[in-house]
Structure formats: C-alpha cells, structure tokens
C-alpha cells in the first residue's frame, strides 16, 4: 500500500513495519501500517491532530511500552528521537546535556564537535535555561547527531519556535542531514515545511498512510516556486484544507 | 484622543484645584464639596493607585526585634518588670556570661547539639532509604508508603511513652524520638519528589537508553534534590522540636536540662539565656542547610536571578 520506490541502495531500509497495529482501548490508532523509509532517506509525516502521528512515532523509537498492538517493526540500532521541547535537563550544563548516557573516552570531545556544528561552540558550559529558545533546540539537535543515528525520528521539533527561529532551523536540519545522511522521519502539521525539507511525504489519516509523495524538487527550496506550490496544494487538499484554486487531482498511492 | 478626554476632564474640576501637586491631595481629607468629587477621579485616572507596599528600608526588618528588646530593657531598669518573673536583659547578658566561665553553657549545648546531630543523621539516613525504596521500586511502595503515611498522623512526641518504654530514659531514647521526626519529614517529601520526577524526562531517558544506574544519577536524583532539601529543612525543625522535649524527660546534662532546673529556682535569666541558645542552634541550622541547599542547586539559583 504505502511502500515507496525510493533510491535503490544496498543498505538495509532504516524502517521497516508490517501490519504495525497500535490500540488504545477499543480505537485502533494505527490500523495496519506497511512502511518503509530507505537509508538515508528524508520523509515527512503529516496529518491533523489525533490522526496517529505521534503513536506511529512513539511505536518506532520503542517508548510506547504498555500499549496494546501487534505488527512486525524493525529499526535500526541507532535511532535518536528528538521531542518538540528540547527537554534538556535543567541540571546538567550544555555540553553534559549532550553526551548524556554516551560512554568512551572521546565522548566529550565528540559532544563539543556536535555542539559547534550547530553554532553552540563556546556554550558547553552554559546552562540550558541560559539558551535562548532556539539554541536550547539547536543543543537537541547536537544530542540527536552525537549519537551518529541511522534513524532521527523527530516529532515537530520546530513547533514551539518563532517564525525567524524556524527558517534558521530549517536551513540547519537540512544542512546537517547533507552532511550526516541519517534517514529522517519529521513529524510535522506545517505542509511547506515538509515540502522544504523532505524528499518524500506521508499523509496520516485515522491511522492509515493516506498519501506518499515523493517531493522531486531541487535543495534548497523556495517556496515560491510554482512546484513547490503544486506539492503543497495537494497536501493540502489530502489533508482536508482546501487551497484557494481547488486541484481536482488526488494522489491516492 | 485621549488627549482630548484629559482635557475635557480637567474642565469639569472647579478652578484652583487642577494645579495642586496629586501627593498633597492625598493627604487631604475626603471632599466634601459636589464641585471636588469629579477632580478627584479625573486625577485618579491619571496615575493609578499603588496598591503592593511601598520601598524597602535597609534593615527595616532590624526595627521590630530592636524595639522588643528596647521595651524589654527599659520597663525592667524602671522596676516594671519583676526579676522573679523576667530578669532584665542586662542580668540575662551577665548570667550568660557567667555560665559561659563556669564551662556550665558550653558542656550543656555540646549535649544537646550532639543529640540533635545524632538524630538528624539517622534520621535522615533513614528517611532518604526508606524514601528511595518506596519511591522506585512498586514492591517498596506497597510496604514501607503505607506505614509510613500512619506514622506521619501520629507525632512523634505521642511515641514517647512507649519508646520510654522500650528504650528507657537514657541517650538511646532521645536520639530515637527525634530520628523519628527527621525522618518522617524527610521520607515524605524525599518520596513525593521521587515519584514526581517529570514523565518528559524520563521519556528522554529511555530515548537515550540510558543504563538504570545513570539514568539514577542524571536523572532521578537531581530532579529529586529539591524535594530531599525541603524535607531536610522540615527535619531540621523537628530535629530541635524534639531536643526540646526529650530533654525535659529526666535529663541530667544538656540546654533542657540546665532550663529545666532553673525552673525549679525561680531563675528566669537562666531560662532565658536557654532559650537564646536554643534560637541560635535553630537559626544557624537551617542557615547551614541554606547553604548547602544553594550549592547542590546551583543550577536552580541562576534562574532565579
């Protein structure tokens, strides 16, 4: 149903579910998904509110202990989730915030090098209610990648930012994915960041993947681009919001 | 536009009063006169009343105790006050002295402090245990919150004639009674912090896979640290709440026992010397824990500046 081409590699996919069933009680949250996100692969996943975004995500990075459900799931071993809070913890200073639970020696140096590539060299001493909004997320983000994840699952990390913060971080993410090539499931309800960002877009509907798109644009995006529009549009209209022009057309992968 | 309302109100006032500085009609009596009423609410509308206290005068908090003693000293140097029923603070100065020459203060307050210390620590040694097995283990919870929650109810001064006896009157039963208060004050506040550790952290700590032990370490522990050092504080209290009494109870030697004797001869200076003593030792103790308190929690001050 939801398999999508993507990039023929020899590297294993980063996920893969079977019929992943998840219930609360009698609803089914998520009705028997058949996903499967390449290596290396960046995918959007959108959809209102109460549609499943979250229960996907917490079923794949395993936090969803003692909830009912059955399916086949498989991720890699080194998955990184970061939250929309940056939730760092208020007692421990920047950089020990970032090699949190990470052992070895070069641990600190690598949380440093993780740090000034989000632009926070110099504020491994800081504490975290010394950041300011952004950089607090910009020190998540360094936590994520000093993990050197094969999966980042990222559930709307730029929702609580303002709208300057926001176009910064995008640039950021995508920079830092080019450079580490984790493969990414961004959790999001904001359609033109996920046609910035993505090469590929699910649309959650009570629990069912409803559209998968492959985003087929040249980075970076601009979003005045009369393509970038078309893929929006159709988001839109899949997630029940019509765009000005109502597009007839309905992708129906 | 509200210039314009400013000045449509100025000329309904009467004139001579729109010139008048605003503190010095504060201090006027309420008008009497139809023509005043509506000056006064177009001034009021201008600047708003304040309503919180008003500016902090350098030790201002000095003023009251300074005037206690001040009342204190001059009625009993007038012959107000009767020496059997209060000495004046001039014979409580040299009483004080005195037993401080004699050796009869220290030896008495070094008692009664290592009393309280004896039983603050295995207080709080028992109330952190106790604390840490009921709050992260489900087994734990079941067995020790429950009695504990009882024991909360019952002070711990009700104990009293049971650990007497038990324990007889001696030293034992003294640390016991106020270990017993410590630590009850220590487990509650220590056990709510524990199960109240933020879910979203946790979270995070699962997230990051962290082992049992550093998930401890990182996380438990810090996030519980503002609960322990309520309750330390709370014990430390009770620490010397219980000092006072248990030293009442056939003591030969310490601060209850040497106010407790004088008790007997009438001597009011020396009770009070005590109680002086008594103040200090509670006083300097939850200064200590402040200290501490503001060290472990550093993290905490800075948000607070």
């Known amino acids: 149903m939801a398999t999508h081409p993507g990039p023929l590699t020899a590297a294993p996919p980063a996920i893969r579910t079977s019929r992943l069933v998840r219930r609360f009680g009698e609803r089914e949250v998520l009705r028997e998904i058949d996903l499967t996100v390449g290596a290396g692969e960046f995918t959007a996943l959108l959809g209102r509110s109460g549609s499943g975004k979250s229960t996907l995500l917490r079923a794949l990075s395993g936090l969803d202990h003692g909830v009912r459900g059955s399916g086949e799931l498989a991720v890699p071993e080194r998955v990184s989730l970061s939250f929309q809070d940056s939730r760092l913890l208020p007692w421990l200073r920047v950089l020990d915030n970032v090699v949190l639970g990470l052992g070895g020696r070069r641990a600190e140096d690598r949380g440093r090098e993780a740090l000034a590539e989000v632009g926070l060299a110099g504020r491994e001493r800081s504490w975290p209610h010394e950041l300011s909004g952004g950089e607090q997320q910009r020190a998540a983000l360094a936590r994520a990648l000093v993990r050197e994840p094969e999966l980042l699952l990222a559930d709307e990390p730029f929702g609580a930012l303002d709208a300057l913060t926001r176009i910064k971080m995008h640039g950021l993410l995508r920079e830092l994915y080019e450079r580490h090539r984790p493969a990414v499931l961004l959790v999001t309800h904001d359609v033109d960041e996920a046609v910035e960002l993505a090469d590929r877009v699910l649309v959650l509907e009570e629990g069912r993947i409803a559209v998968d798109l492959a985003v087929d644009l040249p980075t970076p995006r601009s979003r005045r681009a009369p393509r970038f529009q078309e893929y929006r549009d159709r988001l839109l209209t899949a997630l029940g919001v019509h765009p000005e022009p109502v597009p007839s057309e309905k992708n129906d992968a | ?305």
């Open chain 2, 1 to 305: 536009m509200s210039e314009t309302l400013s000045r449509a109100r100025t000329a309904t006032a009467p004139p001579g009063t729109p010139g008048a500085p605003p503190r010095e009609r504060a201090d006027r009596p309420a008008p009497t006169g139809s023509g005043a009423a509506p000056a006064e609410s177009a001034r009021q509308g201008h600047r708003p009343r304040r309503l919180g206290p008003g500016r902090a005068v350098p030790f201002g908090r000095l003023i009251g105790p300074v005037l206690l003693v001040a009342v204190w000293w001059l009625s009993s140097a007038l012959g107000y006050l009767d020496p059997r029923i209060l000495s004046g603070p001039g014979t409580v100065l040299a009483t004080a002295s005195d037993l401080v020459s004699t050796g009869r203060l220290q030896d008495n307050a070094l008692v009664s402090l290592q009393r309280a210390a004896l039983g603050l620590l295995f207080g709080v040694l028992a109330g952190v245990l106790l604390a840490v097995v009921a709050g992260l283990s489900r087994s734990g919870e079941y067995l020790v919150d429950g009695p504990l929650q009882i024991k909360r109810a019952i002070p711990s001064l009700a104990l009293l004639p049971l650990l007497i006896l038990w324990l007889g009157i001696g030293e034992q039963m003294k640390v016991t009674v106020i270990a017993l208060g410590v630590a009850v004050n220590v487990y509650i506040n220590t056990y709510a912090a524990l199960t109240g550790i933020d879910g979203r952290h946790v979270q995070l700590a699962e997230s990051l896979r962290l082992g049992r032990w550093t998930f401890l370490r990182k996380v438990v522990a810090p996030g519980a640290l503002p609960g322990f050092f309520v309750g330390l504080r709370l014990g430390v209290t009770s620490a010397f709440l219980g000092l006072i009494v248990v030293e009442q109870v056939n003591a030969t030697s310490g601060i209850g026992y040497m106010m407790f004797q004088a008790q007997q001869y009438a001597q009011s200076d020396v009770i009070i010397v005590g109680l002086v003593a008594y103040g200090i030792f509670g006083y300097a103790s939850d200064a200590l824990v402040r200290i501490i308190e503001r060290r472990a929690l550093s993290w905490r001050h800075t948000l607070a500046r």
